[in-house]
T-cell receptor, first 115, second 111 residues
């Protein structure tokens, strides 16, 4: 297994356009997480899935954001009507279920630039 | 709500120097992971510590977990420019349903 992958690695879009990012987790991992990271800051939690169920969403996840994990494998994060403030690195991570010893493995991220 | 603090926030040193960065919590950690994130990349897992008093070594990196499991440190010996990055401590929250992040220590090792 090659780890968590994310596509695209970079996305430049104009304000008002919609964008969609994809995350492929490690194959046996049940949990999948999305984070946003702005320059110079640590990752901020957006949402996570247990298999195909979306269990928690951050208040950062406005109604312009939607995430899916339809078959409990890969996940997509869509941002509608992008704004300049959406410019950030979007990170995906996966873990083998939950628990006090759970470890996350991160993908390389998708860097979004909204012009 | 468990909070993670990291110090220092920024650290700039010369190649060959030693350094220590810290991660502290307002409550007991169930376990703690240290990650390094290089610019433009995702965080990479370095180590997980679980037992109070535990010490783990990864080449020039030494990780310690406090006896009371409320603090952890990362010591780097003879730092190299390749050590440059953002060092994050992360812990499963509550019953491990989600993760709590520290704000990170940004390390710059100058050649």
């Amino acid at each position: 297994d090659t780890g968590v992958s994310q596509n695209p690695r970079h996305k430049i879009t104009k304000r008002g356009q919609n964008v969609t990012f994809r995350c492929d987790p490690i194959s046996e991992h049940n949990r999948l997480y999305w984070y946003r990271q702005t320059l110079g800051q640590g990752p901020e939690f957006l949402t996570y899935f247990q298999n195909e169920a979306q269990l928690e969403k951050s208040r950062l996840l406005s109604d312009r954001f939607s995430a899916e994990r339809p078959k409990g494998s890969f996940s997509t994060l869509e941002i509608q009507r992008t704004e300049q403030g959406d410019s950030a690195m979007y990170l995906c991570a996966s873990s083998l279920t939950a628990g006090i010893n759970a470890e996350q493995y991160f993908g390389p991220g998708t860097r979004l630039t909204v012009t | 709500t468990q909070l993670l603090e990291q110090s220092p926030q920024f650290l700039s040193i010369q190649e060959g120097e030693n350094l220590t960065v810290y991660c502290n919590s307002s409550s007991v950690f169930s376990s703690l992971q240290w990650y390094r994130q290089e610019p433009g990349e995702g965080p990479v897992l370095l180590v997980t510590v679980v037992t109070g008093g535990e010490v783990k070594k990864l080449k020039r990196l030494t990780f310690q977990f406090g006896d009371a499991r409320k603090d952890s440190s990362l010591h780097i010996t003879a730092a190299q420019p390749g050590d440059t990055g953002l060092y994050l401590c992360i812990s499963p929250s509550g019953y491990g349903q989600n993760f709590v992040f520290g704000p990170g220590t940004r390390l710059s090792v100058l050649p």
